[in-house]
């Protein structure tokens, strides 16, 4: 009889940490939902209905909010969530419908109703997504374009062969300025220097990228100079300052390219992702402000495992002014990943002039 009695206790103690723990999962999935983390909401409900062996209502309901959020962020990137989506949405009305639920069961039927724009089938998103991808991209090059235009034209861009700019560099603050040289050939080819002294006398800092290779030169905490050379470019094609919309624009009908255009008020946003490798890929991300030019560029190098990002920038535009005809961001935020924010701010520049392949050497 004692024997009963404590097993009977062991299951109900059981079952009782595990209903603790669903509670604090579901609390998780909550907590991700409304900080827009669905994905990681959506783990912790399949975690709780993994506990309990059952689908509770309030998990269910939770589930299909973050599953809408994801589909209405990307309506045309993964057939399955459709399908599970809709899915989910029909058990939550053929078993949900019960006192108390009624605010939960009316949230469930308007997604319902608006999964009806959805595709039905597989081969239907196919047809879609493909039509949205061909209208996507003309989208695409007409804002590349009228933001060229804006900028000076197409044909006065193609005729920069190579750019120099000086100024000040703030980093951590006004207190640490310093004089700061970029110099540009191309998209891919850029030599920076950061020194105590104009002209670049008492060099801090120079960063060198040249096609396969990076090569930095910095003062080490002792004071002394040491090298550094990379057979991997950090961020490739990274000279964004001005060769962004050329460089979108030349990849556009690139296979190796993918393109995805968002709106979101007076700003738009073009994402150009390269095709994965071996070693991860490149995802380049510009919004262009109501007055048709680039404000904020990110440019992140993603490992193969599509979430670890090892290398990112990001660089906010402003202060445009037209140099030779051309209009060029004069104040540039900058954060690197692991790197202190810096800002520079631009006094002159030089084009087609004071720039020669020993630069980038």
């Given at each position: 009889?004692k024997?009963?009695?404590?097993?009977?206790?062991?299951?109900?103690?059981?079952?009782?940490?595990?209903?603790?723990?669903?509670?604090?999962?579901y609390?998780?999935?909550e907590?991700?939902?409304?900080?827009?983390?669905y994905?990681?909401?959506?783990?912790?409900?399949?975690?709780v209905?993994?506990?309990?062996?059952?689908?509770?209502?309030?998990?269910?309901?939770?589930?299909?909010?973050?599953?809408?959020?994801?589909?209405?962020?990307?309506?045309?990137?993964?057939?399955?969530?459709?399908?599970?989506l809709?899915a989910?949405c029909?058990?939550?009305?053929?078993?949900f419908?019960i006192?108390?639920?009624?605010?939960k069961?009316?949230?469930?039927?308007i997604?319902?109703?608006?999964?009806?724009?959805?595709?039905?089938s597989?081969?239907?998103?196919?047809?879609?997504?493909k039509q949205?991808?061909?209208?996507?991209?003309?989208k695409?090059?007409?804002?590349?374009?009228?933001?060229?235009e804006?900028?000076?034209?197409?044909e006065a861009?193609?005729?920069?062969k190579?750019?120099?700019?000086?100024?000040?560099?703030?980093?951590?603050?006004?207190?640490?300025?310093?004089?700061?040289e970029?110099?540009y050939?191309?998209?891919?080819?850029?030599s920076?220097?950061?020194s105590?002294?104009?002209g670049?006398k008492?060099?801090?800092?120079?960063?060198?990228?040249?096609g396969?290779?990076?090569?930095?030169?910095?003062?080490d905490?002792y004071?002394?100079l040491?090298?550094?050379?990379?057979?991997?470019?950090?961020?490739p094609?990274?000279?964004?300052?001005?060769?962004?919309e050329?460089?979108?624009?030349?990849?556009?009908?690139?296979?190796n390219?993918?393109?995805?255009?968002?709106?979101?008020?007076?700003?738009k946003t073009?994402?150009?992702?390269?095709?994965?490798?071996?070693i991860?890929?490149?995802?380049?991300?510009t919004?262009?402000?109501?007055n048709?030019?680039?404000?904020?560029?990110?440019?992140?190098?993603?490992?193969?495992?599509g979430?670890?990002?090892?290398?990112?920038?990001?660089?906010k535009f402003?202060?445009?002014?037209?140099?030779?005809?051309?209009l060029?961001?004069?104040?540039?935020?900058?954060?690197?990943?692991?790197?202190?924010k810096?800002?520079f701010?631009?006094?002159?520049?030089?084009?087609?002039q004071?720039?020669?392949e020993?630069?980038?050497?």
């Open positions: 009889m024997i009963l009695v404590i097993a009977f206790l062991m299951i109900n103690i059981q079952l009782y940490a595990q209903s603790t723990i669903a509670k604090l999962k609390e998780d999935a907590k991700a939902f409304y900080e827009k983390k994905t990681e909401s959506i783990e912790n409900l399949d975690e209905e993994s506990i309990l062996g059952q689908i509770p209502p309030n998990t269910l309901h939770l589930k299909i909010l973050a599953q809408y959020e994801i589909l209405k962020s990307n309506s045309f990137n993964d057939y399955n969530l459709i399908a599970e809709r989910n029909n058990i939550y009305l053929e078993k419908d006192q108390g639920l009624e605010e069961y009316k949230d469930i039927y997604i319902s109703e608006n999964m009806l724009d959805y595709p039905n597989k081969e239907e998103f196919i047809a879609k997504s949205k991808e061909v209208e996507d991209l003309n695409i090059k007409q804002l590349l374009e009228k933001s060229m804006i900028r000076g034209g197409l861009i193609s005729n920069v190579s750019i120099y700019f000086k100024g000040m560099m703030e980093v951590d603050g006004a207190k640490n300025l310093r004089f700061h970029e110099k050939m191309g998209p891919k080819k850029i920076k220097i950061t105590a002294k104009k670049g008492n060099l801090i800092m120079k960063v060198v990228q040249n396969d290779f990076t090569l930095i030169e910095a003062l905490q004071g002394r040491t090298n550094q050379k990379s057979e991997k470019v950090f961020i094609e990274a000279s964004i300052n001005f060769y962004s050329k460089l979108l624009y030349d990849k556009l009908n690139d296979p390219y993918s393109f995805e255009l968002s709106s979101r008020g007076n700003t073009i994402t150009m992702i390269s095709g994965s490798s071996e991860g890929f490149i995802k380049h991300i919004t262009y402000g109501a048709g030019l680039p404000s904020v560029v990110s440019v992140n190098f993603i490992e193969k495992d979430f670890t990002i090892s290398h990112s920038k990001t660089e402003s202060d445009y002014r037209a140099i030779e005809g051309i060029l961001a004069h104040h540039i935020s900058r954060e690197y990943q692991f790197l202190k810096s800002i701010n631009i006094s002159e520049v030089i084009i087609n004071g720039v020669d020993v630069d980038f050497k």
